[in-house]
């Protein structure tokens, strides 16, 4: 029944040299990662129990514009699955990972995700990071392909389809903590809301806008912007004029540096104005010479820098599996809402005592809760699809160039709000 | 008062940006009629050089310095070898450049990682002139592009070797029987094309951060300059950047900015349609 290593890891060899390796996939040569007859990679653990294994499918972008995400959560995912199954599986039953590109882009993705349902027949599906490609693979996975699908990026929210469960942080996570305390403890009063023009950015500014002004404070100005907008001096202008003192921002890379550039030019943080982004996690870290950085707020279920051993072990355990690695293990990039997902599920299969029917385990789900997880465990709101989970207002530090977090307040169980 | 003044900085600012990309494309597309769809793909690499200086602990100036030269020793090794076979086939050559701008896009996104690479400028922060705060790098970039122009421009009507370019570009065969060697500054041409395309991604590097898509950004742009200026003139493309870039920077005052956009195509397509010829006809330089 034992997959043995010599025959993988030559299967692997061969199916790399023939005909994937242009496909951008190098990183895929660690160890043990077979390339499957129709495209598409496997990863079997060292094991194998008569009964099967359970088929777990993750659908990520490894290829294409956000690359980066994609390759830092299907790393998480990895890590996670190799944890669980060195541990001794889901109730002694190994996971099998069948991964596939959807490529940042949704046209892709449909195809390859198919091919995980009716193909691979996983038994779950974990990925989509974009808003767009969530949309698009939600229904091959959940209605046709009748199969349970775990998202695990921060987004806008309102997703309420059956089966589809969220476990990264929603608009009312990332407001809830933030905005009242920027209100409330820096005492600021006038918000500009300057945003890349696409779905997350708008749902999140309707929400920020909402607990603004529950908090007493006025939004001055809430603008879109083409993504890659090279140009904000009228923005600026804007801020200066309405004497605003809290940018709010969801300009995203490529606009993001421009933008940043001219603000801090402008003198807004100098005079006492406040920035915040609540994508910003360590990759962004380094994005931006440290002195634009400096003082930056942001909110997350996780920053390194709140220092628990439970993130601390995970976080070095992740640098022992993967040395020297340029996608972080962090919250920005859907990496958590991975780990935590994959531990939903673990937990979700155990209360099923080994049941992998849909029904069973979602059923399972809702009421699913994780002891553990970078930040701390977290918990599904029963009948919502979202989970409860802490929330850390961080804020950017510079000490001599180098730029860390420093976090300020931490949340227990946050709320989503969400269905 | 203050307000004016800032707005016209800005908009200047941001015009020579445009302008300084627009140059090399002008260059390459009036005197040797071709259209380098790899002309953002230069930008990049001029970018690029910048950021290999900066990761290996060099000053970022001396990157700035070198990416003009690495260019256009890399601009006349691509004519010798590929680009010196369009010039009868300009449709081809815009292909032929587009596939090379691919290669060397995926290639540098591919060294990258996909990531998106902040590199310091050399000159950060603001100056105070009285009262107002202005970008010291954008003034850099101001600065140089107009000495980039006044050089350029000096180059080519006061100098020996300008005017062999212009000769041989009226008429070829005329310029080969007087002796002049039109495949060589055919080539000279090319690289000091590439020379501004990696000047300019060097400067705007620092605005933009350095990514795979930092010359795709411009580059349509730059060819709407280019159509708007005229083909043929030196002078042309400048002005038509100088009109796209203002209308580009001015535009979000006054409509929303994802109108601004689109907008400016708009504008741009309609004085085409009443000028055909651009802003300036005449024969190439």
Same mark, same amino acid.
């Given at each position: 029944m034992t997959q043995s290593g010599e025959d993988a890891s030559g299967t692997a060899a061969r199916g790399l040299g023939r005909r994937?390796?242009?496909?951008?996939?190098?990183?895929? @040569?660690?160890?043990?990662w077979v390339a499957g007859t129709s495209g598409g990679w496997m990863l079997r653990p060292k094991w194998a129990n008569a009964a099967g294994a359970i088929k777990m499918g993750i659908a990520t972008d490894i290829t294409g514009a956000i690359a980066p995400s994609g390759n830092s959560n299907w790393q998480v995912a990895q890590f996670a699955v190799e944890q669980i199954n060195k541990g001794g599986g889901i109730l002694g039953k190994p996971i099998e990972l069948y991964l596939e590109d959807t490529a940042s882009d949704p046209k892709i993705a449909v195809g390859n995700v198919r091919k995980l349902i009716?193909?691979?027949?996983?038994d779950v599906v974990l990925g989509g990071i974009t808003s767009a490609m969530r949309q698009a693979i939600k229904d091959p996975i959940v209605n046709r392909g009748r199969t349970l699908y775990i998202y695990p990026q921060l987004y806008e929210g309102q997703?309420? @389809?059956?089966h589809l469960y969220c476990t990264g942080p929603t608009p009312a996570q990332q407001c809830d903590e933030l905005i009242p305390y920027i209100i409330k403890k820096l005492g600021k009063k006038r918000f500009a809301l300057p945003s890349a023009n696409y779905v997350w950015p708008q749902l999140l500014n309707k929400y920020a806008r909402k607990v603004i002004e529950a908090n007493g404070a006025e939004v001055i100005f809430e603008e879109y912007y083409p993504l890659d907008q090279p140009e904000y001096s009228a923005t600026i202008g804007k801020i200066r004029d309405g004497k605003v003192d809290c940018v709010f921002n969801t300009v995203i890379p490529p606009g993001l540096q421009p933008f940043m550039k001219q603000l801090h030019e402008s003198g807004f943080q100098k005079n006492g104005g406040t920035l915040a982004c609540v994508y910003y996690d360590e990759n962004l870290l380094n994005f931006h010479p440290a002195h634009e950085m400096e003082g930056l707020y942001s909110c997350l279920?996780?920053?390194?820098?709140?220092?628990?051993p439970f993130g601390n072990k995970l976080q070095a355990d992740y640098a022992k599996k993967f040395p020297d690695t340029k996608y972080l293990f962090t919250a920005g990039s859907a990496s958590t809402g991975m780990y935590r997902g994959v531990k939903f599920y673990e937990a979700a299969v155990i209360a099923t005592k080994g049941d992998l029917k849909r029904e069973a385990v979602s059923a399972a789900m809702d009421k699913g809760k994780i002891?553990?997880?970078?930040g701390g465990g977290a918990e599904m709101v029963p009948g919502k699809m979202h989970c409860k989970m802490n929330m850390y207002v961080a804020q950017c530090k510079v000490d001599a160039g180098k730029t860390r977090y420093e976090v300020i307040s931490k949340a227990e169980m946050v709320d989503p709000k969400e269905c | 008062m203050d307000e004016v003044v800032r707005l016209v900085f800005d908009i200047l600012a941001f015009t020579s940006v445009m302008v300084l990309i627009v140059l090399g494309l002008g260059v390459i597309a009036s005197m040797m009629g071709i259209f380098n769809f790899a002309h953002g793909e230069f930008v990049l690499l001029g970018a690029y050089t910048v950021f290999l200086f900066h990761e290996s602990g060099l000053p970022v100036w001396t990157g700035i310095l070198a990416a003009p030269l690495v260019l256009a020793v890399f601009g006349l090794v691509l004519e010798r070898t590929v680009i010196r076979r369009f010039y009868a086939a300009p449709i081809i050559a815009m292909l032929g450049t587009y596939a090379i701008g691919l290669v060397i896009r995926e290639s540098v996104r591919g060294l990258l990682g996909g990531l998106y690479k902040s590199i310091p400028e050399p000159l950060p922060g603001v100056y105070s002139l009285g009262g107002i705060d202005f970008s010291s790098w954008r003034t850099v970039i101001l600065v140089v592009t107009a000495a980039v122009i006044a050089g350029s421009w000096l180059m080519l009507t006061r100098t020996s070797i300008g005017l062999q370019i212009r000769g041989s570009l009226e008429n070829p065969a005329l310029a080969r029987s007087c002796g002049i060697a039109t495949p060589k500054l055919y080539a000279l041409t090319f690289a000091f094309g590439s020379a501004l395309a990696g000047l300019a991604g060097a400067l705007i590097v620092p605005l933009y951060q350095l990514s795979a898509d930092i010359g795709l950004r411009f580059l349509v742009q730059a060819f709407l300059s280019v159509m708007l200026g005229g083909v043929g003139t030196f002078e042309g493309p400048v002005l038509g950047a100088a009109a796209v870039g203002a209308t580009a920077a001015g535009l979000p005052w006054l409509v929303i900015p994802v109108l601004a956009d689109p907008l400016v195509f708009v504008l741009a397509l309609a004085i085409v349609r009443f000028r055909p010829q651009g802003f300036i006809t005449q024969g190439r330089l």
């Open positions: 994937r390796l242009l496909s951008g996939a190098s990183a895929l @040569t660690a160890a043990g009716q193909e691979r027949k996983v997703e309420c @389809t059956k279920d996780y920053f390194q820098a709140v220092n628990d002891a553990d997880g970078p | -």
